[in-house]
């Protein structure tokens, strides 16, 4: 995406709770409520401002049952998430690290190809080069940016909600083994990154269109933080940002309670 590759919803009860609207006028924030949790202190660092960043994508709903059957399929997202994460690879390298054998992973690339999730490319990554396509013996594939939805409930047929609920499946669990390998590894010895982990939760009282305006300034954030690897410092890494709002379950004993 101009976002990293992957598919948000506006909300969804599984990129990324609450059924995507169209935007009326946006009324005014109402007040935050106290905080779920202690907050947590902010790192103390220096003020700086976001890069300049090109131009944001143009969101792209993915609702053709064919792309979401192909994207479900478990080795892709497992070959997109490593592509995403890692950067650009072969191959070869893909199979290594997912335990696979080359003949899968170049089958599975070319099926996330067919559909624009990935393409070859002529960098291997940050600080290098590869052949471009059809130069060499190594072909370099990398996740293709993309601001990418998953169409709102409502419009979902009963065979397309099972994909996405799968492909949601997929992506939590994914996250979750993210999440923990960082706090692991955070926590194996100094490290100025660990320091600057952020970690957020927070309760907002909102109505739907004060929803999906909250989650397009989170694309907007997002995106102005996106450029170029050319342009991108030597000392960043790669950061998993994800959003996940959901409405709070209905205080049902306030139906039947009486003064």
Known sequence: MAQEPGTSEQ??????????????????????????????????????????????????????????????????????????????????????????????????????????????????????SAPGPGHGRERWWRAVPGDRRFPPPSRQSPETRLVIDELNRQSYAADLDLFEQARRDSGAGPDEWADAFPF???????????????????????????????DTPADARTVLTRFLAFPAPRDNSKETDTP
């Open 11 to 128: 909300a969804r009860t599984s990129g990324d709770a609450v059924e995507r609207t169209a935007a009326d006028t946006a009324s005014a924030p109402c007040p935050a409520s106290a905080p779920a949790s202690p907050p947590t202190p902010a790192p103390a660092q220096s003020p700086v401002s976001a890069p300049a960043s090109p131009p944001a994508p143009a969101p792209e709903e993915l609702s053709d049952l064919r792309v979401l059957k192909a994207l479900a399929q478990p080795r892709r997202q497992q070959v997109l998430q490593h592509l995403t994460v890692h950067g650009p690879a072969t191959s070869a390298t893909l199979a290594r690290a997912l335990g696979l054998n080359t003949g899968a992973t170049s089958y599975h690339l070319r099926e996330l190809a067919r559909y624009g999730f990935v393409e070859e490319t002529r960098d291997s990554g940050p600080g290098g």
């Open 200 to 230: 957020s939760r927070g309760t907002i009282r909102l109505n739907l269109a004060e929803l999906h305006e909250f989650f397009e300034e989170y694309i907007a954030l997002l995106n102005r933080y996106k450029r170029p690897d050319r």
